[in-house]
């Protein structure tokens, strides 16, 4: 087999880039990466669907994100123009798991009370 046909072969059978991994896909990662670091932890609701979201390079920069509430666009006040940018992932994470962790504990305390009816008989 010719070096050409193997560089082919491997070609074809790679994903094609723009079909199996759109733009926003590589923000979402990085909005993923962003919420699991050491930054991830300094990330401040602010109530009405706002957030504080750090910037990546440290230094103590935030960003403001909107996740809105209200039906608008969602926003956030860095520079980048694509979005969803990684601030807004992140802060779409950290809302989801709040909400994620709310409606556990919201069930274990539903879960004791059923647990107390049930030894009063
Ligand atoms: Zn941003």
């Known amino acids: 087999m010719s070096e050409v046909?193997?560089?082919r072969r491997v070609d074809e059978g790679a994903p094609k880039r723009d079909q199996a991994w759109p733009?926003?896909?590589e923000r979402v990662l990085?909005?993923?990466a962003l919420w699991g670091s050491p930054l991830g932890a300094e990330i401040e609701p602010q109530g009405h669907g706002k957030y504080t979201v750090p910037s990546c390079s440290g230094q103590g920069v935030t960003y403001e994100v909107d996740?809105?509430?209200?039906?608008?666009?969602e926003s956030c006040s860095c520079p980048d123009r694509e979005r969803p940018c990684k601030h807004l992932v992140a802060a779409t994470i950290y809302r989801s798991k709040a909400r994620a962790k709310a409606r556990r504990e919201q069930h274990q305390r539903?879960?004791?009370l059923e647990a107390r009816r049930g030894a009063r008989g």
């Open 5 to 7: 046909s193997v560089a």
């Open 23 to 25: 733009p926003w896909k």
């Open 30 to 32: 990085r909005g993923y």
């Open 67 to 73: 996740l809105d509430i209200s039906g608008d666009e």
């Open 110 to 112: 539903f879960e004791t």
